[in-house]
Structure formats: C-alpha cells, structure tokens
C-alpha cells in the first residue's frame, strides 16, 4: 500500500489561537489540517464536503458530525470506492491520530484533496447527530 505503518511522524503540541482544549498537529507531518471553527464555517457556507468519520461504529453512535460517513480505519482500504476523490475530504477520528493515518492512507492511493479535523471529536463542539 505504499505506507509504512511502523513509522510514526512527529507530532507538535499546539494550541491554535482560541482554542479551548489543547491539540496536537500532523501538520508537520504533511497532512493539511482543518480546525472545528473552520470546518463549522464552511459548513454553514454549505460546502460540499465529504466529512469520513473512521472511529469504529460503536464509537460514532455518541455522535457525529451532521452528514458524516463512518468508515472505520480497518475497513478504508476495501472501501475506497465510496469515497469521490474529486471532492475535499475531511478525516475525523476521536482525537485526530487515526484520522491522521487514514488521510496518509488517502494521499498514497491518490487523493489530493484530504484534510485532518485537528484535534478530533474531543474538540468538535458543533451540532453532532
């Protein structure tokens, strides 16, 4: 698959300007990343945003972010059909890390337009359904 899952990249510790809870970027691990206020944003623009929930389903069933697919990470890899690589992907987990390798996971198969929701579900506090 092209992705070496024994090596972990580097992770900072940040605290993004207004930020209630502290977050950990993969940015400089070079997987872009969207904060919540700015994905919450663009949602209420109405962008269509493809929203991948890969935590597991017994997971998502405390919620999610409105309109999200859950496709757990163990199942990416033979559901990569569902996903349209034309449009922007926003992977979420609980707190961002598989969330990160799922992005990772993405890119190597081609898709270019894949973002991390920083800090997860744990510092999502817009509407979940």
């Not at 092209?2 to 510790?13: F, K, L, T, Y």
């Not at 929930?53 to 405390?62: A, G, H, I, K």
Request: charged share 25%.
């Amino acid at each position: 698959m092209g992705i070496n899952w024994s090596r972990h990249p580097r992770v900072a510790d940040v605290r993004p300007k207004g930020a209630k809870k502290r977050m950990f970027s993969w940015q400089p691990a070079g997987i872009p990343e969207i904060t919540p206020d700015e994905l919450k944003a663009r949602l209420k623009q109405g962008e269509d945003l493809l929203i991948i929930d890969v935590r597991e389903p017994m997971e998502v069933v405390t919620g999610k972010i409105p309109g999200a697919i859950n496709i757990p990470l163990s199942q990416l890899p033979r559901r990569l059909h569902e996903i349209d690589p034309e449009k922007e992907a926003i992977l979420v987990c609980r707190s961002g890390s598989r969330s990160f390798y799922a992005a990772q996971f993405l890119q190597a198969n081609g898709f270019s337009k894949v973002k991390n929701l920083a800090g997860g579900m744990i510092s999502w506090d817009g509407e979940i359904e």
